[in-house]
């Protein structure tokens, strides 16, 4: 959604653009081409990317969580963007544990220098707290056999967590509930709902009046993460909501690029006071 982005930040010469998820620096990049005389801050907590971004000139990068924002970004901005979740390049990297379809270690760290990797957090956590985390975060009807045969063999690559799954359910859409376990076990390593509630009032507090808030998300659990935020803050009349329903990405990029399938764009502006 290159173009919604841009669109619905509004970048304005001298103003302030602050992309929370840099990744590769894709969305930097259009908003510098659409406006050059914007001063780019990116934060980024995955060290791969952060070496590819070194060279982007012009944009001030920040190594660090989103959820500690405040932290990290000590001036004010015009723009705030989060595109949620992980990128192509960690998905289709083996060694960082995050695909369904390629054999690696099961780690799903976004950020390897820090934190328990999925292995540890099967080890670590009990049947009933796997159950948990495939309930809550996977959405899953079979958490229970799941959790209890992740819990029986601690799987330690991609493959062997993939199989259990698959055998824990015969015979059932076996596919979309290894899909389910694995987006449960990511967002458990990484606290990314935790994170992500964090983070939302920070960046509105480093919103200049009139500045917007831009978020893509990628499942029903962030996005409504999302929805409950905005509305909060409209209540309060802090945040106008731009987007009054999510904007999902038109029939050309989702034959492009089908990943972008589940992507659901919200923006909002802050109020001036
Ligand atoms: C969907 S990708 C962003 C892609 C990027 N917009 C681009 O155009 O290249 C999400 C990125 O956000 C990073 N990320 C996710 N959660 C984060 C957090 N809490 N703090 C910092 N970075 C985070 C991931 O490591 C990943 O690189």
Redesign the pocket.
Known sequence: MAREVVEYLNPQSGGTIL???????????NVKIQNPNVKLIG????ED?LQEIKDINGIQVIK????DLGELVKTRVDGV?F?????S??IDEASRGFSIRFDGPLDMR??KSKGKSAYDLICESSEEELYLIFKNFGEERYSNKIAHWVKKKLPKTTFELKEIVERAILGWKKRESVSRIFQALRIAV?Q?LD??SE?LPQAVELLNPGGRIVV?S?HSLEDRIVKWFFREQKKDDILKIITKRPVRPGEEELERNPRSRSAKLRAAEKNEK
Request: proline fraction near 0%; glycine fraction near 14%.
């Open positions: 992309d929370c998820t840099l990744g590769f620096g894709g969305h930097a990049r934060i980024e907590q995955d990317a660090g969580n989103f959820r963007l595109d949620l979740g992980i990128s390049y960690q976004m950020d990484n990314e994170a992500l983070a893509i990628y």
